[in-house]
């Protein structure tokens, strides 16, 4: 797997989290300051058991670019798949944490996503953990969505995922769940990667993450940043 630099991954979590929406911001805010409630908007907490399962993962489909040999063999900075995919750090505060990840098109041809990604939480012999991936963060916090819709995605071009869950405790006589590693499929059909993310995913006995669709990052959102939360606990 290749090493991402810190500053690297900082710079793409703190990008994906201002594109996701100022709601996440606020609550994240909220949970580091209880006593701010003037501008408080109401928290999403865990919802009840009975969240249907999403259904099956988004589409996607290679799109050859005029011109342009597609690669046999990966090269030493791109895998086989043609796509980068790369974990943020976990933003933590309190109880509530968000993760971005973002998937850059280093291959010759373009790269088409439309939806959720599919994601599982390993542990750290890499096995699969019960853990619930929802479509769209709601369940678990109010902040914006941008739903399923077509992106294309031109080498060098990135989109990006963002990831909420809560570091929630309710059962005492269940063991609380933390994953190592995190199984990320872009879309129906596409390559696996396993990526390790900044921080573990801390569920608690929650047992869920709320995902938002894939959207395009812009080229030059490269330099945003963001109030730094307390590291996981």
């Known amino acids: 797997m290749t090493v991402i630099p810190f500053r690297h991954?900082?710079?793409?979590?703190?990008?994906?989290?201002?594109?996701?929406?100022?709601?996440?911001?606020?609550?994240?805010?909220?949970?580091?300051?209880?006593?701010?409630?003037?501008?408080?908007?109401?928290?999403?907490?865990?919802?009840?058991?009975?969240?249907?399962?999403?259904?099956?993962?988004?589409?996607?489909?290679?799109?050859?670019?005029?011109?342009?040999?597609?690669?046999?063999?990966?090269?030493?900075?791109?895998?086989?798949?043609?796509?980068r995919?790369?974990?943020?750090?976990?933003?933590?505060?309190?109880?509530?944490r968000a993760m971005s990840v973002t998937l850059t098109n280093c291959g010759k041809r373009a790269y088409r996503l439309n939806g959720y990604p599919g994601l599982r939480v390993l542990d750290e012999h890499r096995e699969p953990l019960d853990v619930q991936i929802l479509e769209g963060p709601n369940p678990v916090t109010q902040m914006e969505d941008p739903g399923p819709h077509p992106l294309t995605l031109r080498r060098e071009e990135s989109a990006h995922t963002v990831l909420v869950w809560r570091n929630t405790v309710t059962d005492t006589t269940t063991n609380a769940v933390s994953g190592t590693y995190l199984e990320v499929t872009p879309a129906k059909g596409a390559r696996k990667a396993t990526v390790t993310p900044q921080g573990r995913i801390d569920l608690g006995n929650t047992g869920r993450i709320g995902t938002t669709a894939w959207q395009k990052t812009p080229a030059d959102d490269t330099g945003a940043s963001r109030p730094t939360a307390p590291a996981p606990s």
Do not use: F, H, Q
């Not at 594109?19 to 606020?26: I, V």
């Not at 408080?40 to 009840?48: H, L, Q, T």
């Not at 974990?87 to 309190?94: E, K």
């Open 9 to 83: 991954v900082a710079a793409l979590t703190a990008v994906a989290l201002l594109a996701a929406g100022c709601g996440l911001s606020e609550e994240l805010e909220r949970e580091r300051n209880p006593e701010r409630t003037a501008d408080a908007a109401p928290e999403g907490g865990p919802a009840a058991s009975g969240v249907p399962t999403p259904p099956g993962l988004a589409s996607t489909t290679p799109i050859p670019v005029d011109g342009e040999p597609v690669p046999d063999a990966p090269s030493s900075s791109c895998p086989a798949s043609g796509v």
């Open 85 to 96: 995919i790369e974990p943020g750090m976990v933003d933590a505060a309190m109880g509530l």
